[in-house]
């Protein structure tokens, strides 16, 4: 089945000028790492350490062993404490490493060397693997695997988008590691064996652009191609389509196109030049919850919490807690979770009283979801438990962009109607 994508896609107010001029802080690690076991929805990993181990910044502590490889880094030096079960940002408790900084950021080196003018395309995609690069915009798929498509490849497409409100950790990247990112994408270019490299940015970005413009004038291969400013535009489906008109069933390798967020060019081009894998993160903390909203970069496995006491604390006592964007992320109800490769967010708000109403049937959900779904009518099978009408709507295709409940004018919770009745069929799909 065809994914629709097209006209439904709503402009929607950003909040981004909170951190997109601020300073950006650097977060010391604290006291106490955990390096959480997961990638993706996968927690099958060999932990390569033990209780009483020293370990070193670059340090291989763990690698995911199912059907991909994602190896995983430790971002300071100190004694391996031993395993901890606690809450993941993706809402479940998860095993950790327990590392114990020992504040002396002694460093090895994991990564072998490569030379990316000499290597080969089997040489780079490699090389991807074994430096852990994930998908470093929320989803944490490992990057070499995306390469190791038999499809023709014409075009590396860079998603510099960042479309979900406050957050601008993507921006902040791409404007201070530039010659990372140059460095990344032909990297990327080599390993699709593409002729050329797209970088897509919302034209509301005009500093960012012109400064893009500039630095990738000794490249003529590489150019910026301007999106509208409507969400979600950062979706692959909806960018393929605004840029290449063109719709795809499962990958965009089906119409000859690869596309990697901005932050995974930047992480692999970081991972080329100085031999480490992804173990410090820019991540955007906002909202007016926070007392100072900022752009941070912290080392991977440090407690939200220790980053929002460094930013000073909650605004409120009923704050909502977000891991990732208002849109996407998810709700939690605790600050004990770990920033990991992929964390791009963390977004805190005042919590409202919402008061919702009954569904006036308006449709309005159905004529902007993204996907093509029919929210409301998924809402209405998963509350009449009819798992078959689940599947006959295609709820498993929804990617829970949040637009649903955004333009309700009932203010209910459609995209978590949608996401329960996922979990439904997933359970009958595991049954
Ligand atoms: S959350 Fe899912 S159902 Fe709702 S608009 Fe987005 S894709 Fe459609
Ligand atoms: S937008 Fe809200 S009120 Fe309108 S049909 Fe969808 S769920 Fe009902």
Not at 167 to 196: C, H, P, V, W
Request: proline share 5%; hydrophobic share 40%; charged share 20%.
């Amino acid at each position: 089945m065809s994914v629709w994508i097209g006209s439904m896609q709503k402009h929607i107010e950003g909040f981004k000028e909170l951190t997109t001029y601020n300073d950006i802080v650097n977060i010391a690690a604290p006291k106490e790492i955990y390096i959480p076991l997961i990638n993706g929805v996968s927690t099958a990993f060999e932990v390569l350490v033990k209780e009483g181990d020293r370990v070193f910044v670059n340090t291989k502590v763990a690698v995911r062993n199912d059907r991909f490889e994602v190896p995983l880094f430790s971002p300071v030096s100190g004694v391996v404490k031993g395993i901890k079960k606690i809450m993941h940002a993706s809402l479940k408790p998860v095993d950790h490493i327990v590392i114990e900084n020992d504040e002396l950021y002694e460093s090895t080196i994991s990564i072998p060397h490569l030379d990316l003018e000499k290597a080969t395309k089997d040489e780079v995609i490699e090389f991807a693997k074994v430096a852990g690069i994930v998908g470093m915009g929320g989803a944490g798929f490992p990057t070499y695997f995306k390469y190791l498509t038999p499809a023709t490849l014409k075009v590396v497409l860079i998603n510099g988008v960042e479309c979900e409100p406050y957050i601008t950790s993507d921006y902040r990247m791409m404007e201070n590691y530039t010659q990372d990112l140059i460095t990344g994408f032909i990297a990327m270019m080599k390993m699709a064996n593409a002729q050329e490299v797209h970088i897509a940015i919302k034209k509301s970005k005009k500093k960012l652009i012109k400064y893009i413009q500039e630095a990738i004038k000794p490249y003529p291969f590489a150019s910026i191609k301007e999106v509208d400013d409507v969400y979600p535009m950062g979706w692959e489906r909806t960018l393929v389509y605004a840029i290449y008109k063109k719709r795809y069933v499962k990958i965009p390798c089906e119409v000859n196109v690869i596309v990697n967020n901005a932050t995974t060019a930047i992480a692999l081009g970081q991972a080329i030049t100085k031999q480490m894998g992804p173990t410090m993160k820019m991540v955007t903390v906002s909202g007016n919850g926070i007392k100072n909203p900022a752009n941070v970069f912290v080392p991977v496995g440090t407690p939200a919490s220790h980053i929002i006491a460094q930013l000073g604390g909650y605004t409120d006592e009923n704050i909502t807690l977000v891991a990732g964007g208002p849109m996407m992320g998810k709700t939690m109800t605790t600050d004990a979770w770990v920033i990991t490769p992929y964390t791009n967010a963390i977004t805190i708000t005042k919590t409202e009283q919402v008061d919702s109403m009954t569904c006036l049937r308006c449709g309005t959900c159905n004529d902007h979801c993204p996907a093509g779904l029919l929210p409301v009518r998924i809402n209405n099978a998963e509350q009449a438990k009819n798992v078959d009408l689940i599947a006959q709507l295609n709820a498993d295709l929804c990617i829970e962009c949040g637009l649903c409940t955004y333009v309700c004018p009932s203010k209910l919770e459609v995209t978590e109607g949608v996401r329960r009745a996922k979990r439904v069929l997933a359970l009958k799909k595991g049954a």
